[in-house]
């Protein structure tokens, strides 16, 4: 699977910014697509992920601010983020998951939230 990811840029605290994604190539099996954020000297951490019946998972920093979409016939998945803030700052990579462990990550878009 090919992730291909588009949106991030520059954005002042309490804009808004869409990331967007498209899977290709093998996507047949494609169960969860989301967002991961990385910081500075951190790992990836789950933003948000939805399955393909339409169940959500975001981490409680997001949550009532940003809101994840699917498109399963276009295989895309796209994340509106809301009142941003400076803490939303980093690098989101679109992921997608089959069963049994498989995923493929995007190449990251650079999210900048300034004050």
């Known amino acids: 699977v090919q992730l291909q990811a588009s949106g991030g840029g520059l954005v002042q605290a309490g804009g808004s910014l869409r990331l967007s994604c498209t899977a290709s190539g093998d996507t047949f099996g494609i169960n969860v697509m989301g967002w991961y954020r990385r910081v500075p000297g951190k790992g990836r951490d789950l933003v948000a992920a939805?399955?393909?019946?339409?169940?959500?998972n975001y981490d409680d920093s997001v949550r009532g601010r940003f809101t994840i979409s699917r498109d399963n016939a276009k295989n895309t998945v796209s994340l509106q983020m809301d009142s941003l803030k400076r803490v939303d700052t980093g690098v989101y990579y679109c992921?997608?998951?089959?069963?049994?462990?498989?995923?493929?990550w995007g190449q990251g878009t650079l999210v900048t939230v300034s004050s």
């Open positions: 992921n997608a998951a089959k069963p049994y462990g498989y995923a493929s």
């Open positions: 939805m399955t393909n019946d339409g169940s959500t």
